[in-house]
T-cell receptor, first 115, second 115 residues
Framework: AQSVTQLDSQVPVFEEAPVELRCNYSSSVSVYLFWYVQYPNQGLQLLLKYLSGSTLVESINGFEAEFNKSQTSFHLRKPSVHISDTAEYFCAVSEGNFGNEKLTFGTGTRLTIIP | GAGVSQTPSNKVTEKGKYVELRCDPISGHTALYWYRQSLGQGPEFLIYFQGTGAADDSGLPNDRFFAVRPEGSVSTLKIQRTERGDSAVYLC?????????????FGPGTRLTVL
């Protein structure tokens, strides 16, 4: 069975400061890793994903995450946050079995940007 | 184009009643997932459809929960004899089902409150 741990339930950060949201996973097989974001009053949206290849993946709005197999981590980072980044962020994992890519989610991290 | 839609957006019912929650996936998507998100938690997998058949229903909590997708498009999640513990946001997601790396697109959810 797979599981995801997001160590921080809430992270307050000043605007234009860097941020790291932590995610660790456990699985007995190879996995695909995802970060989803939920903006206030909106549905879950995919932010970025790691499937294979380069361990560093980026989103279009400046976030990046690095897959670290030895540490079983997939931390999300942004060098300079904006007010619009205020949201809840969920890390998720799937076993990548074609035909059933059900996701296992962490409990989420609420990112609050302080002006 | 149109995303995943879910109706109703909110449902309030009394303990012991029967409810149906509807999901309209993105047109052409063969894979459909139901998740449940309780307060302060990440989404939890309930059931996965590939076409008309339930390929994995291992996440359904008990036999009061049932889901159908008779024509391989719209899906209905049915909950019998509702209990207060069933209160949560029920999320639906769809993907093209063509590859193990498909992105799941989520609907806005149905917030179920059992009084």
């Amino acid at each position: 069975a797979q599981s995801v741990t997001q160590l921080d339930s809430q992270v307050p950060v000043f605007e234009e400061a860097p941020v790291e949201l932590r995610c660790n996973y456990s699985s007995s097989v190879s996995v695909y890793l995802f970060w989803y974001v939920q903006y206030p009053n909106q549905g879950l949206q995919l932010l970025l994903k790691y499937l294979s290849g380069s361990t560093l993946v980026e989103s279009i709005n400046g976030f990046e995450a690095e897959f670290n197999k030895s540490q079983t981590s997939f931390h999300l980072r942004k060098p300079s946050v904006h007010i619009s980044d205020t949201a809840e962020y969920f890390c998720a994992v799937s076993e990548g079995n074609f035909g059933n890519e059900k996701l296992t989610f962490g409990t989420g991290t609420r990112l609050t940007i302080i002006p | 184009g149109a995303g995943v839609s879910q109706t109703p957006s909110n449902k309030v019912t009394e303990k012991g009643k029967y409810v149906e929650l509807r999901c309209d996936p993105i047109s052409g998507h063969t894979a459909l997932y139901w998740y449940r998100q309780s307060l302060g938690q990440g989404p939890e997998f309930l059931i996965y459809f590939q076409g008309t058949g339930a390929a994995d229903d291992s996440g359904l909590p008990n036999d009061r929960f049932f889901a159908v997708r008779p024509e391989g498009s719209v899906s209905t999640l049915k909950i019998q004899r509702t209990e207060r513990g069933d209160s949560a946001v029920y999320l639906c997601a769809s993907s093209s089902g063509l590859a193990g790396t498909d992105t799941q697109y989520f609907g806005p959810g149905t917030r179920l409150t059992v009084l």
